[in-house]
C-alpha cells in the first residue's frame, strides 16, 4: 500500500500548535478513548440518554469549560484555539455531552455579559458543570438564518414580560436557563430565564445524531430587571460572534471525525481480503483513499488558518476564514463519510460499525452553524462588503 502511518500523522499546516496545544490534544484524545465506545453510544441512543453527568462533572473539574473564559469570571483565558484543539480531539468519541454549543455559545455569552447577581450565579454554576445554559434566538423555519426577531418584551416597573417562539434551540431540552433574544419597539436584548420560570413550555425532541435540542414557547413569561444582560458591545454582535465560534468548533469537531474515519477505512482495507489478496492491494481503491487524505489534508489547513484567525483577531474578525473552514470541513465530511462507507461495504451503515453513526454526525456538523451554502454566501459576503455584514449571523 502507498499509505502507511506517517500519512496519518501530519499537520500539513502549523500556525497555532504549541506544546501546551499537543499536551491537551494527548489528554482529551485519551479521555475520549477511555470514557466513550461504539456499545456505550448505541445504549445511550437506544436510550435517550443525554448526558452522563460524570462525564460532564470530569470535563468542568479539568477546567476545559471555562478553557476561554476570563480569569477574572473564573476560567482560564486561554486562546480560541485551544477550544478548537478539544472538538477536535473529542469529536472520535461521538459524545452526547453538548462540549462544543456549551462553550461557543453559552460560556461566551455569559463570558461576554457583564457582572450581575443573576449572570454571576449562572456562570458559577456553569463552569462547575452543574447547570446547562441555551441561546433562544432563532424562530420561524427551523434552522432558518436571519429571521426577524418576533418575540417581545415588555418593561413593567418590575422588570420585563416575555412572549414569543423559538425554534430548534440547541441544548434547549437539557437546559437550567435559557438566553432569549427579544425586541421591543427601538430596542433589541438578551435575558436571562430559568426554564422553570411560569409561562415558560419546553417541547424537547432528538436529532437523528442524538442531539437534544427543543422548541420553546413564552406566553407572558415574567423577569427581574437584573435579568436582562448587558454588554460591551450591542448584544446582536456578541451573538454573532458566539455563532462564529460555534461554526469553528463544529468544522474542527468533523475534522477529528473525518480523521478518524480515514484512518479505519486504510485499516479495514489493509484486513479486509477479496479474490485472495487484500483490498487495500487494488489499485483504484488506492486511489481512492489517497483523494481521501488529499481532502482531509485541505480541511486540516482550512481549520488550523481559521484558529490562528481567532486568535489574532477574535470570531468576529476571523469571520471569513471560520466560513471558509466550515464550507471546506463540510465538503470534505461529506466526501470521506460517502467514501469510507463505500469502502467498507454494506457494514460500514448497521449498528456494528461505527462508520455509519459518525457519517450522521457529520451530516448533522454540516448543518449546524449554518450549512455549507450559507457559510459559502456569509464567506463572500464578508470577503467583498466586510463592513456591511458584521451583523450577518450564522445559522444554528
Known sequence: MALNDDDFDRRPMILVDTPEHDALRVHATRFASDRYDLSQHRERLEA????????????????????????????????????????????????NEPFTSQVAIAGHLLNQAQPSEPRNTVLDRWLAGTGFVALAHHEGRRGSAGSAIATTFETTASGFVLSGRKTAVIDGALADHVIVAAAAPNDFGLFLVATGSRGLRIDGYRTFDGRHIAD?????????????????????????????????????????????????????????????????????????????????TRAESMVELARYQCDEHGPAGAAAAIAAAKVTAGTTAAFVGQQSVQLHGAIGMTDESIVGYYLKRLTANEILGGNTDEQLTRFTRLREYPKNSENDCADN
Open 216 to 296: 420553546v414557547e413564552f406566553n407572558g413569561v415574567r423577569i427581574r430587571q437584573d435579568a436582562r444582560l448587558l454588554f460591551a458591545l450591542p448584544p446582536m454582535d456578541v451573538v454573532d460572534e458566539c455563532w462564529s465560534l460555534y461554526a469553528l468548533l463544529l468544522a474542527s469537531e468533523s475534522l477529528g471525525i473525518v480523521q478518524a474515519l480515514l484512518r479505519l477505512t486504510h485499516d479495514y482495507m489493509m484486513e479486509r481480503e477479496q479474490f485472495g489478496q487484500k483490498i487495500a492491494d487494488f489499485q483504484a481503491l488506492q486511489h481512492r483513499l489517497v483523494d481521501m487524505v488529499l481532502a482531509t
Open 48 to 95: 435517550g440518554v443525554p448526558v452522563i453527568r460524570k462525564n460532564w462533572l470530569e470535563i468542568a473539574d479539568l477546567g476545559w469549560l471555562g478553557t476561554t473564559i476570563d480569569e477574572n469570571n473564573g476560567g482560564l483565558g486561554l486562546a480560541y484555539s485551544f477550544l478548537s484543539v478539544l472538538a477536535e480531539a473529542l469529536g472520535p468519541a461521538l459524545m
